[in-house]
């Protein structure tokens, strides 16, 4: 389960992750993100704003 960092009530001794590696951990099938702390609602645009580009 991905929070925010802010987040009051994420498990103490959890990493911080920098952007990058957030969206590579939330791109993990079986990685929830959190709907209470507002990371689903940060990660989820981020997540599907790149399924349209590709090589060209």
Known sequence: MLHAPDYEEA??????????RALDVAENPGTQLCTLCGCAQELTPLLGGFDHITDS
């Open 11 to 20: 498990p103490g001794g959890a990493p911080l992750l920098d952007v990058q």
